[in-house]
């Protein structure tokens, strides 16, 4: 899969920044879990904050706030703004 230079995974994004998610590449279940969340491609995603000790991060996404693992966050790709 060719990427873009300026798509990362979310996991990498600090407190305070946006981005647009552009791909999320999990099975199935999770795909289903994070749909019903609101996550989908094209839709602006803040990060809120990240807890220390590779905690979980807290997002934002229209006004719905969601608590995500980082192991679930690096799935999703991110086009930061």
Excluded: C, W, Y
């Excluded at 981005?19 to 995603?45: E, N, P, S, W």
Aim: glycine letters at 6%; a positive charge.
């Amino acid at each position: 899969m060719k990427t873009n230079s300026l798509t990362e995974n979310l996991a990498n994004l600090v407190a305070g920044e946006s981005a647009l998610i552009q791909a999320i590449h999990t099975d199935d279940a999770l795909r289903q879990r994070l749909l019903a969340l609101g996550f989908r491609v094209g839709k602006h995603i803040e990060i809120i904050r990240k807890a220390r000790f590779s905690g979980p991060l807290q997002v934002r996404i229209g006004t719905t706030d969601i608590l995500l693992r980082r192991n679930e966050a690096a799935k999703i790709m991110v086009e930061k703004l």
